[in-house]
């Protein structure tokens, strides 16, 4: 049995469609051009949706570019887009990738296009000489190929926009980072910023001292959230404050890591917060500066004194200073005097109701701290360094 070889695949099948069609089909192309954007439109949910008159003239435009060009090619061995037609498409994907629309719009619109190019190619030749079916083949061929070629243009120009935008992504990421680890930068320069990555608003932030080679880790687990600074011997990740960057969830993400996490500071504060960091050193953790404030206070840290300050005498910040006053010299006597009331009393030269009194306040205010040995050696600390 002797096989049949298929005939080989040209790579301009449209030199075979007879030229006829270019005159039988041109007085047709803008009732055509219409239908098929109008089809595309109707086929594609992602461009019907999109309200604006320029969308619409761009795609419009864009088909009647692809059906001039292909009426142009019937038979002829010419290279289906030259560069000024090429580049139209190329265009089209990059606009896509910059309103964050996925390819398969544009996938859908071609095959869409296909269908109804062929439809109506179809009858402009009937009209002009019969048609059989290997000239229906032909004709099948011709488009698909060139709606391929379309189509490759657009995912080109797709793909280089989503390579510019990363690369001006990761731009303004490192950006941020130096921003906020400077410190000093006016708010509006960090806050534009800040809004270039996509952070509507930026607060508190909490850096996380990491290896070098974690650097790239970091950046991918924490994209949404955090910037990475490489400064060669270590790696800074500085995220902003909120549901990831819970203890639970720090925890949990940098388990088994070799990682130093600083207190959570306002922006301003980032450069203090990272030196801190740095303070203890990179070991296997993550190792919280939050748990060492006190040792790093008690060997004369004036920055560690201060952010533990805070922390423990933030319930009472909101208060009137002389109220605020009166309640904080009676909690640094009843620390001194380990609970005694009579001699907090005698000290301040108060009536022992008065120091009940406080101390019920100073209950509300802070809670299980006065319960906690080290909240209480905290606060004394804090108290006495006042």
Do not use: C
């Not at 109506?120 to 391929?148: G, K, N």
């Not at 904080?328 to 301040?348: F, I």
């Amino acid at each position: 049995m002797t096989s049949v070889s298929a005939p080989p695949v040209s790579p301009t099948p449209w030199e075979s469609i007879p030229a006829d069609l270019s005159a039988a089909m041109r007085p047709r192309l803008q009732a055509t051009v219409r239908a098929v954007a109008d089809a595309v439109t109707e086929a594609t949910p992602a461009f019907a949706t999109i309200e604006g008159s320029k969308v619409q003239r761009d795609l419009r435009t864009a088909v009647e570019v692809a059906l001039e060009r292909f009426l142009d090619l019937v038979g002829t061995g010419e290279p289906a887009l030259p560069l000024r037609f090429r580049e139209v498409f190329v265009a089209l994907g990059a606009a896509e990738a910059r309103e964050d629309r996925g390819p398969e719009a544009l996938l859908t619109a071609f095959r869409t296009a296909s269908r109804l190019m062929f439809r109506v190619a179809s009858e402009s030749l009937a009209h002009v000489r019969p048609v059989d079916t290997q000239m229906l083949i032909d004709l099948s061929d011709a488009i698909s190929a060139y709606v391929d070629e379309l189509a490759a243009a657009s995912t080109d120009g797709f793909t280089r926009q989503l390579r510019e935008q990363a690369g001006e992504g990761d731009r303004r990421r490192r950006q941020l980072a130096e921003l906020l680890l400077r410190g000093s930068a006016p708010h509006s320069v960090v806050a534009a910023a800040a809004a270039g990555i996509g952070w509507q608003s930026l607060d508190a932030v909490v850096p996380v001292l990491l290896p070098a080679d974690l650097a790239r880790d970091a950046r991918f687990r924490y994209s949404a959230d955090g910037v990475v600074a490489e400064r060669g011997r270590d790696a800074v990740l500085l995220l902003r404050a909120g549901p990831r960057t819970t203890r639970t969830q720090l925890a949990e993400g940098l388990k088994g890591r070799v990682a130093v996490v600083g207190p959570t500071l306002g922006w301003a504060q980032v450069p203090e917060a990272v030196r801190l960091a740095e303070l203890m050193g990179l070991a296997p953790g993550p190792v919280f500066v939050d748990d060492h404030l006190g040792t790093l206070a008690l060997r004369g840290d004036p920055g560690a004194l201060a952010v533990l300050s805070a922390r423990r005498l933030a319930p009472l910040a909101h208060l009137r200073a002389a109220r605020r006053e009166s309640l904080l010299v009676t909690l640094r006597s009843w620390l001194r005097h380990w609970g005694s009331r009579a001699a907090v009393s005698a000290e301040l030269f108060v009536h022992p109701q008065t120091v009940s009194y406080r101390l019920n306040s100073l209950r509300e205010l802070l809670g299980d701290d006065l319960d906690d040995p080290t909240a209480r050696f905290e606060l004394l600390l804090v108290l006495e360094a006042r």
